[in-house]
């Protein structure tokens, strides 16, 4: 069978269909000779006459008659596989898609996407994950649909990535810290009381180099693993939190921003996806949502 051609299973199907060459020859748009080699040819194939001579016409032999309903299965299974994706039937769309993105992204963006998914798709679930490192395998066995996050040096080559938007580090106290009253210098910003969020990859570590090449160190007093402990830790007390200022948006209300008296490089929040799905057209809708929720964030923020 290494020589099947299985396009004879196309013509086989439309034999048995009109059970005629001449018929046969005229669908498929081919001359009667080259259909009576393909009907050979199949015989060949299938060891069976398929189609025999009864008067003027051609009947189906019992084997032909056996496998007219699976050869019609396989062709309307095979186009298919081949047909373009037909055009996405939104209000029909049942599917529950994965987001893995670090503490403040849901909190900040999720309210927006979720009210944007439910206005155009009303059977789509969103499952919000948490991001614990930079590992790309859950976006490659499909565990995971969508990511948010900085391009690092573990994400796989292969990874598709589109930025969402700017952000940059600020420091954030409670309302009446004293740092929320007067002039921030590098040494009173250091000298603070600070909680410190240490993970696996993770770009806080330019605020210490800052400080470093001015000769300060921050008065750390407890470390956590994310950002939104962290903040939770400086809105109860006199503790200081440093964190992206626009993607842990919605975990700061009530409390006082301040920029950071030290020169830190903005970065780059960007979308993560397993090139597999570039073409799916839920997951193009999905995408297209995502960057528009982040820009609809950023035209609020700006107001």
């Given at each position: 069978?290494?020589?099947?051609?299985?396009?004879?299973?196309?013509?086989?199907?439309?034999?048995?269909?009109?059970?005629?060459?001449?018929?046969?020859?005229?669908?498929?748009?081919?001359?009667?000779?080259?259909?009576?080699?393909?009907?050979a040819r199949l015989r060949e194939v299938t060891g069976d006459p398929l189609l025999v001579r009864a008067g003027r016409g051609l009947v189906p032999t019992p084997r032909a008659l056996?496998?007219?309903?699976?050869?019609?299965?396989?062709?309307?299974?095979?186009?298919?596989?081949?047909?373009?994706?037909?055009?996405?039937?939104?209000?029909?769309?049942?599917?529950?898609?994965?987001?893995?993105?670090?503490?403040?992204?849901?909190?900040?963006?999720?309210?927006?996407?979720?009210?944007?998914?439910?206005?155009?798709?009303?059977?789509?679930?969103?499952?919000?994950?948490?991001?614990?490192?930079?590992?790309?395998?859950?976006?490659?066995?499909?565990?995971?649909?969508?990511?948010?996050?900085?391009?690092?040096?573990?994400?796989?080559?292969?990874?598709?990535?589109?930025?969402?938007?700017?952000?940059?580090?600020?420091?954030v106290v409670r309302r009446g810290h004293g740092l929320s009253k007067g002039g921030i210098t590098p040494e009173r910003y250091a000298a603070a009381r600070h909680v410190v969020v240490?993970?696996?990859?993770?770009?806080?570590?330019?605020?210490?180099?800052?400080?470093?090449?001015?000769?300060?160190?921050?008065?750390?007093?407890?470390?956590?693993?994310?950002?939104?402990?962290?903040?939770?830790?400086?809105?109860?007390?006199?503790?200081?939190?440093?964190?992206?200022?626009?993607?842990?948006?919605?975990?700061?209300?009530?409390?006082?921003?301040?920029?950071?008296?030290?020169?830190?490089?903005?970065?780059?929040?960007?979308?993560?996806?397993?090139?597999?799905?570039?073409?799916?057209?839920?997951?193009?809708?999905?995408?297209?949502?995502?960057?528009?929720?982040?820009?609809?964030?950023?035209?609020?923020?700006?107001?």
């Amino acid at each position: 069978m290494d020589s099947l051609d299985l396009n004879l299973l196309v013509t086989l199907d439309v034999l048995l269909d009109e059970g005629s060459v001449v018929g046969a020859a005229k669908r498929l748009q081919l001359s009667a000779s080259a259909m009576s080699r393909a009907l050979a040819r199949l015989r060949e194939v299938t060891g069976d006459p398929l189609l025999v001579r009864a008067g003027r016409g051609l009947v189906p032999t019992p084997r032909a008659l056996q496998l007219r309903w699976n050869v019609r299965q396989v062709v309307i299974a095979a186009e298919a596989v081949l047909r373009p994706a037909l055009k996405l039937d939104l209000l029909s769309l049942a599917r529950t898609f994965s987001i893995r993105s670090t503490e403040g992204f849901a909190e900040t963006f999720g309210a927006e996407l979720i009210a944007r998914v439910s206005a155009e798709a009303p059977l789509v679930k969103l499952s919000f994950l948490t991001k614990q490192d930079k590992d790309s395998t859950p976006l490659r066995d499909g565990t995971v649909d969508l990511e948010t996050g900085v391009i690092g040096r573990m994400m796989g080559p292969e990874i598709r990535a589109v930025g969402l938007f700017r952000d940059r580090f600020v420091g954030v106290v409670r309302r009446g810290h004293g740092l929320s009253k007067g002039g921030i210098t590098p040494e009173r910003y250091a000298a603070a009381r600070h909680v410190v969020v240490e993970r696996r990859g993770l770009r806080a570590a330019m605020v210490d180099e800052a400080l470093e090449r001015v000769g300060l160190v921050r008065n750390a007093v407890a470390t956590v693993g994310g950002f939104g402990p962290a903040i939770a830790l400086a809105r109860g007390s006199d503790i200081v939190a440093t964190v992206p200022e626009r993607h842990t948006a919605g975990l700061c209300d009530g409390m006082h921003l301040f920029r950071l008296p030290v020169p830190v490089e903005d970065f780059t929040i960007s979308l993560f996806w397993h090139p597999r799905l570039d073409a799916d057209p839920a997951h193009r809708w999905l995408r297209a949502l995502v960057l528009d929720a982040c820009k609809g964030a950023k035209r609020r923020t700006s107001s």
